[in-house]
């Protein structure tokens, strides 16, 4: 078949990516036949400008601004400027680096490569992103997961904290990119940088006055626009610096704001079961029909007794994998952005130089949340049919149907209601804030060199309000929707109601249900105090320099729960919840249309939503509150203390540089938390012959009589205390072989670690028993019998690796490579979440805790793999940048209280990473066109299965246009090609759906301008 033949069978899509590819791999191919240079040019090249590493808080970088000059203009060949001069820069700090490094280096003042810096990181080898409403959030190096990518401001650890919880990673959606020089990425450690990142280490580099022109800067405005927001937003930005003539003091300002509103489609199906009739004659299977190995980590639906399905006609359905609900989510964002920077600069002597900073990173949100679901309900009365994928073993679709009036369970006395679709919609306004200050001081005296550094970084983030409501379309024995389907097709989710059901529910067929209306949020705290002292002393020898230092580190964690309750009594004792009139839904309660606009993630015909403002200014002005109700029993305070001290000596000859070291740290970490158990008793007032006679007391609502909340729920709290203290030894060395002046050989050995992240530091858990009456009255919403619930693990180990790297990169023109790198990490005690049936002691008992969610250590494992990479610009300002990760990890037994409950690859890892950009420059224009695809990716166990992140792949455009010499157009479309995030339950098939999700596509247009 011809190559055009080729491309016309193929579909838009893969055309636009295929023939990216291909032009990325001619202008490198092309790369051939261009002039080595020349020996004397190379060899100066090859020789680093700065022959000691730089003080450790600034990283291998040789500077954080770029040059003003390649090294092709040093040469006296072709002067370039703008993005071909960033990434040359680039390029050369890697080369002189005596680490394994990558780095991006800003384009130009207040101009970084992409409009975030997890958006730019992705494009470096063997980086992989999470998203966030279609922006970068979070970044793992080499399959490893973000909370064991360790990344730094200036050399620091930065704190963040966002709803729901406390972690070690960092959320790039709070950092600007216009405050940004450039960015370290380190794959391999020196002693004089923290621990912390088995994944690597990325450092993140503001600018400082020094390193500008005085009176320099620039302002920036742009407008993005988003296919499904169908809103244009605004976004500013500037910095201004100056300094004195001696540059004995300058300042730096800089801000950006940031208005934008994110739409997020979602679809879902979650907590996965094998139904069956008897688990013990018919156990879980893949779709090969092999039993599960360990199938006490299988979550068997009523513990795999009887639980098959019948439908209305008969059929029986025993021995299947099925979701216990479905659901489509519109996620509404309408997002603040605020950053912050201020520098101050200070050389009192000839020899000291001082730098304070202060950064401010801020993120204000209101978000909507509004979803329709279809729970396991109607499997008893509705169920009219399903199917099932080729192997028969998994839905893929099911059909639900109220029987005719007078048959089924539509006769005198048990007239039952299908209670879906369930809107439900969640309100919540909150506030993330992170602040760092340091001071830092560089002391030079001959061939000493003395750095030290004092600061504080701390963040909180979560909900100042939030609140949660779900509606159903019936109005006592009234059915509003009389038929619900949904089905699996494209690795997404397609639902379907009676058309008329939205205009039911605006006539009156409503109620709130009651018992899944409420509030409960999570405020989160993080403080790290630091201070660091460095000693450099420079040789004229082999030996060209010994570092030692010390570090100080002093951490803190803290979270708070609680909720807001509206009363009906001036007391404030009685919930709305528990009142007779309390489910009422009035027709202003809803939207008077279907909610719209869905460009992707799901479908269905007909979107029902709860007004959740106007809902809540109902109950404003009918009940008292919102009142704010602490949990202050429900404690969470974590300290970590790290002391940690370093020697590390730097060598040089002529073709020979590196660095041997050793870092050693003491870790002690302490903590006090509360297990939290929720007694769910009962919930409706019991009929004339107790809690199980159907004949209940019902309201005005048309809802039974709802025992209030103090008099049917026990909570019992219980806190714990734990510490515990361990030492690492941490050896490394690094090499680089100028073999000839144009080919480099790299090497190195190393032993790193990550520790836990900090919402694992406590052991406490929260876990709900529903007793018999309680689930005889809520048992068609979903409620199930026993303990259900999760917690931390105290007790989990430092994830630790020994890691091994050999690399070879050709330069063999300036500002281009072609290079390898092999690595492998021999890794122990991985973490891996869980999601499994588990044995616990609960009050002085033995139970098993349903759907237990927790995290567990795993033995061994092993990951290795190989990256390739090219660079190059033809003359004429053609370039390309193309790079391609392989990872395969090995899988390894996971551990929880010293018993085997499952198998898992290392989580977050990926096989795959292909990168591709071409560019071209010229004069005034530059067009880039980038393409990412990340292979599958292996997430958490859940139901004895691994979750996995499908392929995923995204096209970004941009371009820009220099009016004037220092006025610039710019313009990007991110995601082109509408691309959706996709997950999946096990390895043996995709048909056991977990969700999808799609973000839009994004464009932005803007004026940038330098003085």
Known sequence: MTTGNYLLKMSGRQRVLH?????????????????????????????????????PQTGAAQST??????????????????????????????????????????????????????????????????????EGSRVSIRGLGSDLVLTELNGNFIASADNGGPSRSFNYVLLPSNLIGSVEVFKSPEARLDEGGVGGIIINHTRRPFDLDPWS????????????????????????????????????????YQVRTNRTLSSYANSWHWWTDDKNAQPAVDVNGNVLPNQDAVSYWNSGENAGTTTQDGTHYSGYWAPQSVGETILDQKRKRLGIQATAQMRPTDDLLITANYFRFQLNGNYTSSTIKLPEWGYGNFFTGA????????????????????????????LCTMETPAPQDTYTREKTVSNTYDVTGEWTHDRLQVNFTLGKTWAKGGPSFNFYAQAKPRNGSVNGNMYSAWNFTDQSLAMEFSPDVLQNMLNGVAQIDLGSTGSGFTNTKISQRYAQVDVTRHFDSFIDSIQVGAKWRDGNINRKTGRFEWYSDDANTLRFQDTPGGALALPEFFYDHSLGNIAGGFTTNVFPAINIKNYID????????????????????????????????????????????????????????TDILYYENDYCVDGPDGPFDPNKPVGEDGN?????????????????????????????????????????VRGEVSKVISRPGYGDLAGSRSLTFNADPFVYDRAQFGALPGWFGGGGNFDLKPFNAWQYDVGVEWYFHPGSVVGMTLFRKDVHDFIVPLVLDLQQEVAGETVTVQQYSTQANGSSAVSQGVELYAQHTLDFGLGAQVNFT????????????????????????????????IFYEHGPVLLRASYNRRGEVVRGLSSGLNVYDDPYEQVDLNASYDIFKNLQLTASVINLTKSEQRSH?????????????YSGRRAYVGLSFKF
């Open 886 to 917: 392989y990872n395969d990890t090995s899988t390894a037994d996971i551990s929880l209280d010293g018993e085997k409950v499952g198998s898992s690859p290392l989580v977050n890892s990926s096989k795959t990473q292909v990168n591709a950009s």
């Open 217 to 256: 800067g620039s302002v920036s405005a742009e407008g993005t626009y988003s296919d499904v927001t169908e809103k244009f937003e605004p976004n500013v930005s500037g910095l201004l610096s100056w300094h004195n003539e001696d540059k004995t003091l300058g300042f730096l300002v800089g801000a950006t």
């Open 387 to 414: 199917t099932l994928d080729p192997s028969g073993t998994i839905f893929q679709s099911a059909a639900f149907q109220v029987p005719a009036e007078g048959t089924g369970c539509r006769v005198e006395g048990n």
């Open 704 to 744: 039974c009589l709802v025992i209030p909340q103090d008099q049917r729920e026990v909570r019992v709290y219980s806190p714990n205390s734990e510490s515990k203290t361990y030492t690492d030894i941490l050896p490394s060395f690094n090499i680089a072989w100028n073999v000839t002046p144009d080919l480099l």
């Open 19 to 55: 023939l990216l590819m291909l032009s990325a791999g001619m202008v490198v191919g092309l790369s051939g036949t261009a002039r080595a240079q020349d020996s004397d040019g190379a060899a100066q090249a090859a020789t680093p400008a700065q022959s000691t590493p730089t003080p």
């Open 618 to 673: 109902y109950l404003n002005d009918t009940y008292n509150g919102p009142v704010l109700v602490p949990e202050p029993q429900n404690l969470y305070n974590i300290g970590e203390r790290i002391w940690a001290g370093y020697a590390q000596l730097n060598y040089k000859t002529d073709t020979i540089r590196g660095n041997i070291g050793v870092r050693i740290v003491n870790t002690k970490q302490t903590g006090t938390s």
């Open 985 to 997: 339950l096990g390895n043996d098939t995709k048909d056991r759906f977990i969700s999808n999700v």
């Open 65 to 134: 601004a770029p040059q003003s000059a390649s090294p092709a203009d040093q040469a006296g060949d072709i002067v370039v400027t703008g993005y071909r001069q960033s990434i040359e820069a680039s390029l050369e700090q890697k080369r002189n680096a005596n680490a394994f490094v990558d780095v991006i280096t800003a384009e130009d003042v207040g101009k970084f490569p992409d409009k975030n810096v997890a958006d730019s990181l992705q494009r470096v080898p063997g980086v992989i992103i999470d998203r966030d409403g279609g």
